[in-house]
């Protein structure tokens, strides 16, 4: 790719990412509850994925050839909805109902109310899990679709994330890449500090895949990655390190912003915040 | 007492399982390194290609399997039913149930027949966790025949399923020509005096017992209540209605089971005396099979008795 291709795919995908922020912090206020820190952290890595990198078809959600996406770390879904609105699953005004009853846009994904959503997740370590179910079987099929999966670092404390580790370096699951959302902190503070996970790239490797690791939020490094990623003959962790809240200074690294939804004024600020970075 | 010819119930599930896989190229088959006691391995020998083995990691079985569904596949997972249904039932629950993705978990060993390996191997809860979940549906069979059939009908209901199946090898009550209705209380001796539901492992002891009630004036009518999830209430109803007496027999305590499954149909719309042969709130223990029933409450004596005492109190 030419300099000026990779300077206009940098400005359109940083536009995005901004737009969708502003949208998963009015939403999380509208609805008065949600997870702002851990959405906002993996902005820049769904928007890579959704507009860069997947083979997707937002008209037509079951189009047997996409790739598939996984969110592991169920809580970011405010990010995801932002995306798949952008992207054209359904109308951008569905976002606004976020958490309300008869909504189907629920607290966490739920594959049979959201168009685009792939599976139902929210109970952490088990996503990773399911991707793995999804590229065995993509591979059984023998289709060239590959799966996407996003995990949380404090969900890593999770065993499931291990066992799903272990299988999917045992049967090689070239056709999957997980990205770790590797924003150091969880609900009760900084995860080195609650249940510190240790070198996670030596531990990626150990279990038999390959891991590349980026800075979650530079967009042509997430694009870069995720090519990268491609033509292994191992699964593929992308560690990104990334900041939680990122994009509001008064959530950013602020673990009480992980489970809280931002006041009416503190939305507000947040908003003009956003607005006036871009 | 009636001479049995017994044969193993997990043979019928690794006899479907052949005929499922090689009629429908989207039959998957999933383990956790009890291939060989499930009898999934006959499976794994012919369809190498469509058999996941996730090694002992039940949680990762079940979320796998949800995957592994969610791109058009037929999942059987199958593990011993302690942990299939205790061991990951975040993952039944949440991946499987909550996305009403074609995954049907047939776990083996499930009861108290379990034996000598003990109480950790036991599952006496495993249809109560089931039930409870919504959109999963619970099928208990009693013998070879009734598994085979059981488990090739649950293929293609729409969504997820638990089959429980047990270790020991238990009396043959069908035959060849056995045809299963998916839903359907199955009368197996018709009576007037008092109506006896049981399911899996407590079919034949049921039987026994209506022919030593019979030998003392009692008539009783036996179902095989092989589906414990929908309930046939019509069929549980029209019974009950012309008894007005019922007795459950379960190998699973009686908390939340298939007899709790009649008690919370029939105190509604039809109260009825009642007495449930299960096991008490109890943990299970090692022991011979034989031996374990008798501890447990759960012969065909216990089940006379009940039978007898509800004949004489109503």
């Known amino acids: 790719m030419e300099e000026t291709e990779r300077d206009e795919l940098r400005a359109k995908l940083e536009g995005i990412s901004r737009e969708l922020r502003k949208d998963i912090v009015r939403m999380i206020g509208l609805a008065g509850s949600g997870h702002p820190g851990g959405s906002l952290s993996c902005v820049e890595i769904l928007v890579c994925l959704y507009l860069y990198k997947m083979r997707h078809r937002p008209r037509e959600p079951h189009w047997p050839l996409r790739d598939r996406f996984v969110l592991s770390k169920g809580h970011a879904a405010p990010a995801l909805y932002a995306v798949l609105a952008h992207c054209g699953y359904f109308d951008r005004e569905e976002l606004w109902t976020l958490r309300r009853l008869g909504s189907i846009l629920q607290g966490h994904p739920d594959r049979l109310r959201t168009p685009g959503v792939e599976i139902s997740t929210g109970s952490l370590g088990q996503g990773l899990s399911a991707a793995c179910g999804m590229a065995l079987g993509l591979r059984m099929d023998g289709l060239p679709c590959r799966v996407y999966a996003l995990i949380g670092d404090g969900e890593s404390q999770e065993g499931g994330i291990w066992e799903a580790a272990m299988l999917a370096g045992h049967h090689r699951l070239d056709n999957l890449v997980a990205v770790m959302d590797n924003n150091g902190m969880q609900i009760d503070g900084p995860c080195c500090e609650v249940v510190d996970l240790g070198d996670l790239a030596a531990k990626w490797r150990a279990f038999g895949w390959e891991v590349l690791e980026v800075d979650g939020h530079d967009v042509l490094q997430v694009c870069d990655a995720l090519d990268a990623a491609d033509g292994r003959d191992a699964p593929v962790m992308i560690i990104a390190h990334t900041v939680k809240g990122k994009g509001v200074s008064f959530m950013e690294n602020n673990v009480d912003f992980h489970g809280k939804a931002p006041t009416p004024e503190e939305t507000e600020r947040a908003l003009r915040e956003l607005e006036e970075s871009g | ?314």
């Open chain 2, 1 to 314: 007492m009636r001479e049995w010819e017994l044969r193993n119930t997990r043979d019928g599930y690794g006899d479907a399982l052949l005929e499922l896989g090689e009629k429908d190229p989207r039959i998957v088959v999933m383990d956790a390194d009890l291939a060989k006691s499930t009898q999934t391995e006959r499976f794994k020998l012919r369809f190498p290609e469509r058999f996941v083995d996730c090694g002992v990691a039940e949680q990762n079985l079940m979320a796998t399997a949800a995957g592994l569904a969610a791109t058009g596949k037929i999942v059987f997972a199958s593990t011993f039913a302690m942990f299939a249904t205790g061991r990951a039932y975040d993952q039944v629950r949440n991946t499987i149930a909550y996305s009403d993705l074609e995954v049907k978990i047939c776990a083996s060993h499930g009861g108290i027949t379990v034996g000598e390996d003990g109480s950790s191997h036991q599952a006496l809860e495993d249809i109560a966790l089931m039930r409870a979940i919504p959109g999963m549906k619970v099928v208990v069979p009693a013998d070879y025949y009734e598994v085979r059939e059981a488990v090739k009908a649950v293929a293609y209901l729409e969504g997820p399923a638990y089959v429980r199946l047990g270790r020991p090898k238990v009396p043959v009550i069908f035959d060849a020509g056995y045809r299963f209705r998916f839903g359907k209380a199955l009368l197996l001796r018709p009576g007037r005096d008092v109506t006896i539901l049981a399911c899996g492992f407590m079919v034949h002891k049921a039987l026994e017992a209506a022919e030593e009630l019979a030998a003392e004036g009692i008539e009783a009518e036996v179902f095989d209540l092989h589906t414990v999830k929908p309930l046939d209430r019509e069929g549980i109803l029209e019974s009950v209605s012309r008894t007005g007496r019922v007795v459950t027999c379960e190998e699973h305590t009686v908390m939340g089971g298939m007899g709790s499954a009649v008690a919370e149909l029939l105190s509604q719309e039809m109260p009825t005396p009642m007495r449930m042969v299960g096991i008490k709130d109890r943990f299970g223990t090692s022991g011979s099979v034989e031996e374990l029933v008798e501890h447990y409450g759960l012969s065909s004596r216990h089940i006379a008795e009940a039978a007898r005492e509800l004949c004489s109190a109503t």
